[in-house]
């Protein structure tokens, strides 16, 4: 169980580019990276609208010499200063990402990025290879898979306890688009753009949750074949889709099933996870984070819970509020941050062995989920065709 003592030997250096007062998700990079001392919130350009984004960067504590225009601004900024930033997260809408990333690398900053991490697999990769040349981590913050029982699933399926995985199947939708976009606030706006969302909505802003758990849970399989079904339902957003789904091959023979959708009336937003074995299956939902449900032919059904001392030590040793209490998103998000951040302590010490075993979402696992996003629309293209997967 982790209960908060210190990891690392010193807080990093951090700021933000985006995530001020109107973004989304702002708030879970702060609450995840402040929870455990790792990070301290030093600089930020919060917001396009410069006079807001200085008076939020100050209402939340940071200097107001340091609350700075744009990411321009902030990287010249703080390379002039001794005590300038370290490491910087990229809260902003996708189309910005490569070129904040690629200029923050340049200047020698470790990065935490959103996802969908860029537009195509070739910005990945380029990026990949820069970040090696300057020694720096890139992270991706694929904020649900921080939950103890995320690592549950994944340790019952290394130890065999589910025997040959035969069936995944993956969900995640909600019912706040279900409506037209006459009155949709810029968050909705740029995410159903092409030019500043890329070539997916509900694909890439909710499904590669799924889809980068999925290779948490089953880091052996991998997907040979895969047809992609979407649709606009409010058709002003083509040819972006606010509803798919996608059905994959993979190379063990299993077969999976992913749906993602933003117009499932009604629904208050749900993730929920089954993967199936020869011998047992589990399911995992977010709406009930901390129970799994472990179902083994021919025996009761079971429910585990968090923090209990039958899981696996992988699962415990991320839990923070013990089985009495529990787990919620900002748990999940401050584990993902701290293992970022054990990430860029490793990298500066040059522990190269600790990164060669240490888990978390790296550029490979942003590089892969931008690659499944690439599959998808060149099988929906190809009028919802099964593809060989590249």
């Not at 921080?146 to 993956?170: C, F, K, T």
Request: proline residues 4%; aromatic residues 10%; glycine residues 10%.
């Amino acid at each position: 169980m982790y209960n908060g003592e210190r990891l690392i030997e010193r807080p990093l250096r951090w700021g933000m580019v985006g995530g001020g007062r109107t973004g989304q998700v702002g708030y879970k990079h702060r609450t995840g990276a402040q929870r455990d001392g790792t990070y301290k919130l030093v600089c930020g350009a919060f917001d396009l609208d410069i006079n807001r984004g200085r008076e939020f960067g100050i209402n939340i504590g940071v200097d107001s010499d340091r609350c700075y225009d744009d990411y321009k601004a902030l990287i010249a900024g703080e390379a002039a200063r001794d005590d300038g930033v370290e490491v910087v997260s990229i809260a902003t809408p996708n189309f910005s990402h490569y070129e904040i990333t690629k200029a923050c690398l340049e200047a020698g900053l470790h990065v935490i990025c959103e996802k969908p991490l860029f537009f195509t697999v070739a910005e990945c990769e380029e990026i990949e290879a820069l970040a090696n040349r300057q020694g720096l981590i890139v992270g991706v913050t694929y904020g649900f898979t921080g939950h103890p029982l995320v690592r549950q699933m994944a340790a019952m399926v290394e130890r065999g306890l589910l025997g040959d995985i035969r069936i995944v199947d993956m969900q995640y939708t909600h019912g706040f688009n279900a409506g037209d976009d006459t009155n949709a606030p810029d968050a909705v706006r740029w995410r159903t753009n092409p030019k500043t969302a890329g070539p997916t909505f509900v694909l890439g802003d909710i499904g590669t949750h799924l889809y980068y758990l999925s290779e948490v849970v089953l880091p052996h399989l991998k997907i040979e074949k895969l047809l992609c079904d979407r649709k606009a339902f409010i058709p002003s957003r083509a040819p972006l889709e606010d509803h798919a789904t996608v059905l994959m091959h993979y190379d063990n023979g299993a077969r999976g099933r992913l749906w993602v959708s933003s117009v499932n009336a009604g629904n208050m937003g749900s993730q929920r996870y089954r993967f199936v074995g020869s011998k047992a299956s589990v399911e995992w939902s977010d709406s009930h984070p901390d129970q799994l449900s472990y179902d083994v032919q021919g025996e009761p059904n079971r429910i585990l819970h968090h923090g209990m001392p039958y899981l696996e030590p992988e699962s415990l040793a991320v839990d923070r509020m013990g089985g009495l209490h529990t787990e919620g998103l900002g748990d999940s998000w401050a584990n993902i941050y701290l293992w970022i951040a054990q990430a860029i302590d490793a990298k500066r010490r040059g522990d190269e062995a600790f990164l060669k075993t240490h888990r978390y979402p790296d550029i490979k696992a942003g590089t892969e989920g931008v690659r499944w996003l690439e599959n998808c629309v060149r099988s929906a293209d190809a009028g919802s065709a099964w593809i060989d997967f590249q």
